[in-house]
């Protein structure tokens, strides 16, 4: 079963970049969609973005609304690694950020996540 673990999370000011980090091990994310979340103080978690890393499924993606044109994912299967690229960030932003796996659904144990904090 696939293990990830996230990183790059970190305190940023609005209008600024990060970029994320979703490491897999155990197995490889080619039998997976794997998706990016996102949990804000008093929030419910809600999904940001997700990418297919099944292959021939051509990296397809999906966007919430909020993120669309600001936010990319990608994926690395030679390093297992997934990765979620922010520009323009927004206050609104902030959250602790967790990657999780699909095969059929998500998953329903999550990993720490990793804080992001934009500040104005």
């Known amino acids: 079963e696939v293990q990830l673990v996230e990183s790059g999370g970190g305190l940023v000011q609005a209008g600024g970049s990060l970029r994320l980090f979703c490491a897999a091990s155990?197995?490889?994310?080619?039998?997976?969609?794997i998706g990016w979340f996102r949990q804000a103080p008093g929030k419910e978690r809600e999904e940001v973005t997700e990418?297919?890393?099944?292959?021939?499924?051509?990296?397809?993606?999906h966007y919430a609304d909020a993120v669309k044109g600001r936010f990319t994912i990608s994926s690395d299967n030679a390093k297992n690694t997934v990765y979620l690229q922010m520009n323009s960030l927004k206050e609104e932003d902030t959250a602790v950020y967790y990657c999780?796996?699909?095969?059929?659904?998500?998953?329903?144990?999550w990993g720490q996540g990793t804080q992001v904090t934009v500040s104005s």
């Open positions: 155990g197995d490889t994310i080619n039998d997976y969609a």
């Open positions: 990418v297919s890393c099944v292959s021939g499924i051509d990296g397809s993606t």
């Open positions: 999780n796996a699909a095969d059929s659904m998500w998953r329903d144990d």
